[in-house]
């Protein structure tokens, strides 16, 4: 991999910032024998085409750049921050991964923009696919503060399928009532949902089908990954060793 590339994907600015790092000697290399030599006795880097070998070091202002394929980050999406890698004018979600980032991450999925909870940042197209394709039937779980108290007939409904007005009814669904809550100094109830597919506003065109209102969506797993709640809207971490076995 070309050394611009390499620094770029490990997160140090863009082509033409890392092109100027290695314009003014801040990049150098040290080989599987050269390591634990002092970083102003080894020689800088000055071609951005120059590709780094298996066994090299990489330093940069003397720090030795850890690079990885692929980086996974658990964010706990905010209201009003778009799911999008980038928006000329809203804040997106890569927006808040900040430091040093890959520039070739992503998000798995969307959540809308007044939704918030669980999202995985990630530049790994495999696993994207496997959590996000059709025929994978990857759970998520969702709670969802609703305006009025559903029937028991009508959750029956809502686990068999309910014609949201697509060419298909949605798949069988899970609801479950948990509590009595409140949402924007509103009186509401608070649900449950575990779906399997991701159309387009789906928990809320299901509540809407029921003539009821979803107020308000957070996303708390998705397959076996659950949002860390330690986590602040906005925040996000790195997944686990265990984290990333379970996916």
């Not at 880097?45 to 750049?65: H, M, N, R, Y």
């Not at 000329?88 to 959540?111: A, E, H, S, W, Y």
């Amino acid at each position: 991999m070309r050394i611009d590339k390499y620094l770029c994907d490990a997160g140090f600015g863009t082509r033409s910032e890392v092109k100027n790092l290695i314009k003014k000697g801040r990049v150098k290399m040290a080989s599987a024998n050269e390591l634990g030599q002092d970083f102003a006795s080894m020689q800088p880097l000055k071609d951005p085409g120059w590709k780094v070998e298996e066994g090299q070091a990489i330093f940069v202002d003397g720090t030795p750049v850890h690079f990885e394929s692929f980086s996974y980050y658990m964010l706990n999406k905010p209201e009003g921050v778009v799911t999008a890698t980038e928006d000329k004018n809203q804040k997106t979600v890569l927006d808040l991964i900040t430091g040093m980032k890959r520039r070739d991450l992503f998000p798995v999925g969307r959540l809308d923009k007044d939704t918030e909870g669980l999202l995985l940042i990630t530049n790994d197209g495999q696993l994207a696919h496997r959590l996000l394709a059709p025929g994978k039937h990857v759970k998520k779980v969702y709670l969802a503060w609703v305006d009025e108290v559903l029937t028991e007939e009508e959750m029956e409904h809502f686990r068999q399928g309910l014609d949201i007005g697509d060419p298909e009814p949605t798949k069988k669904a899970e609801i479950e009532y948990l509590e009595r809550s409140s949402f924007a100094e509103d009186e509401c109830y608070l649900y449950e949902v575990k779906i399997i597919e991701g159309r387009y506003h789906q928990i809320k065109r299901m509540f809407e089908a029921l003539d009821k209102e979803c107020l308000h969506l957070k996303r708390m797993a998705m397959g076996s990954l659950k949002l860390d709640e330690s986590l602040a809207p906005g925040d996000f971490r790195l997944l686990s060793e265990q984290e990333l076995d379970e996916i």
